[in-house]
């Protein structure tokens, strides 16, 4: 199928940018569209919350957004993306300078499946409370670990390498070892959880040396009730809608 991307990418409209979409460990920012320039391929978007810096690297990039499709379905469209630039002062219609990313962009535009690419970074709104259970002991987050991102197919986690002078237990997890997890999805600005979900999960990478204190564990979910991936899939989206409306704002 093909797409009219004159149709599509158009200023103001929200988009995802999916990082090494085709590895192991996809991941995703929010962002939204300054300019376009159909003549020269190349798109202006908004420096998204974890802005890119010189220093970004990838193997590959993606600039996605969601459109309508056949019987009131929805699909994702995606480009592939070169190169990018990065703009300190980007000149907004209102007067005002933002930092901004310039995108080269490659035809054609396609539909992108990435339903494990929406790694969530939590914030201080949407935030996820959770316990481990390994080696049948409990581990309870902001104590033995905290969630650093979440999706549909798994969680990243940042576990503190020593608890009370001693090493966190934690630290000695292994490379599919399985663990039960449980997660409590929490909109601040809501009176009772969004989620309260049990899950199975296989540890799938972990790097000791994160940080100087810090570990993190990659782990992917292998069971997950259809509910359950219904709530999660909600949470998620209503987090990136408040980052895109963010976004909006500051665009405005």
């Given amino acids: 199928?093909?797409?009219d991307i004159n149709?599509?990418?158009l200023p103001s409209v929200g988009v995802d940018i999916i990082f090494n979409m085709n590895s192991l460990a996809p991941y995703s920012r929010s962002s939204i569209i300054y300019d376009v320039?159909?003549?020269n391929q190349?798109?202006?978007i908004a420096q998204p919350l974890i802005p890119f810096s010189k220093n970004t690297s990838f193997k590959e990039l993606h600039l996605t957004t969601i459109i309508p499709g056949k019987n009131k379905r929805k699909m994702r469209v995606g480009i592939e993306c070169s190169h990018l630039n990065l703009i300190d002062q980007y000149a907004l219609?209102?007067?005002?300078?933002?930092?901004a990313v310039l995108l080269k962009y490659e035809l054609p535009a396609k539909e992108t499946n990435i339903r494990s690419a929406f790694r969530l970074p939590l914030s201080t709104k949407y935030i996820i409370k959770g316990k481990i259970l390994y080696h049948n002991l409990e581990y309870h987050s902001s104590r033995d670990f905290s969630i650093r991102d979440i999706s549909l197919t798994g969680l990243g986690l940042t576990v503190p390498k020593k608890r009370n002078n001693t090493l966190?237990?934690?630290m000695e997890i292994k490379i599919?070892?399985?663990?039960k997890v449980g997660i409590i999805l929490i909109n601040m600005n809501q009176d009772k959880?969004?989620?309260n979900i049990p899950l199975k999960a296989q540890v799938k990478r972990i790097n000791p040396a994160y940080s100087d204190t810090h570990g993190l564990v990659g782990i992917k979910i292998t069971t997950l009730k259809r509910n359950d991936e219904n709530i999660l899939n909600k949470f998620i989206h209503d987090a990136q809608i408040e980052e895109l409306k963010r976004l909006s704002r500051r665009h405005l």
Avoid: Q, R
């Avoid at 219609?93 to 930092?99: G, P």
């Fill in 7 to 9: 149709k599509i990418f």
């Fill in 168 to 170: 966190n237990p934690l």
């Fill in 93 to 99: 219609a209102n007067n005002t300078n933002v930092a």
């Fill in 176 to 179: 599919n070892e399985e663990i």
């Fill in 1 to 3: 199928m093909g797409f």
């Fill in 37 to 39: 320039d159909f003549k």
């Fill in 42 to 44: 190349t798109i202006t």
């Fill in 193 to 195: 959880p969004a989620g």
